[in-house]
T-cell receptor, first 113, second 116 residues
Framework: AQKITQTQPGMFVQEKEAVTLDCTYD???????LFWYKQPSSGEMIFLIYQGSYDQQNATEGRYSLNFQKARKSANLVISASQLGDSAMYFC??????????FGSGTRLLVRP | KAGVTQTPRYLIKTRGQQVTLSCSPI?????VSWYQQTPGQGLQFLFEYFSETQRNKGNFPGRFSGRQFSNSRSEMNVSTLELGDSALYLC???????????????FGSGTQLSVL
């Protein structure tokens, strides 16, 4: 069965520093997509970045990059130059062809000034 | 372009009542899915609709139901509410029509349901 694991319930990072949020996944499907979402206190899930299972290069979106290691089944999110507004819950998610996202338990990131 | 709109934003009900939540997807999006978020269980998939047809359903009791209209708007209904139904209910829309793994889901702000 598909599964997403985020082992860091909470993380602190100093403003302007980089931070890595861990995510491992498990699936037997050769075709899948990996996503990261940000959820601020308002509740809305904000799409950050996507990585396809067949993509050769790591995805990047502005200050966000995804460190995709397929053999290790990991898809860590790297946020560079952290800002105070980055404080939020971050969810890793996986999607196969079954029309649904499977989410990890999330990591709460707090950016210190 | 307007985002995904969910109404109401907050809802308070008592046990045994029923509730209907509404979701308007991004214009042009034909897939709508629903998720339940609780502190204990995290984010769990409820169901997904495309062109008024339910294509997938999560592991929830029959008290949870949904539907999609011809304009892609969707509603979910919970009957005979229980205390454990208190949660943030999130709706998401996407373009997808073939179950592509790269289709991004765009979420609304959710409806916070409290069952007393």
């Amino acid at each position: 069965a598909q599964k997403i694991t985020q082992t860091q319930p909470g993380m602190f990072v100093q403003e302007k520093e980089a931070v890595t949020l861990d995510c491992t996944y498990d699936t037997s499907d050769p075709s899948y997509g990996l996503f990261w979402y940000k959820q601020p206190s308002s509740g809305e899930m904000i799409f950050l970045i996507y990585q396809g299972s067949y993509d050769q290069q790591n995805a990047t979106e502005g200050r966000y990059s995804l460190n995709f290691q397929k053999a290790r089944k990991s898809a860590n999110l790297v946020i560079s130059a952290s800002q105070l507004g980055d404080s939020a819950m971050y969810f890793c998610a996986m999607k196969d062809s079954s029309y649904k996202l499977i989410f990890g338990s999330g990591t709460r990131l707090l950016v210190r000034p | 372009k307007a985002g995904v709109t969910q109404t109401p934003r907050y809802l308070i009900k008592t046990r045994g009542q029923q509730v209907t939540l509404s979701c308007s997807p991004i214009s042009g999006h034909r897939s709508v899915s629903w998720y339940q978020q609780t502190p204990g269980q995290g984010l769990q998939f409820l169901f997904e609709y495309f062109s008024e047809t339910q294509r997938n359903k999560g592991n929830f009791p029959g008290r949870f139901s949904g539907r999609q209209f011809s304009n892609s708007r969707s509603e979910m209904n919970v009957s005979t509410l229980e205390l454990g139904d208190s949660a943030l209910y999130l709706c998401a829309s996407s373009l997808e029509d073939w179950g592509g793994t790269n289709e991004k889901l765009f979420f609304g702000s959710g409806t916070q349901l409290s069952v007393l």
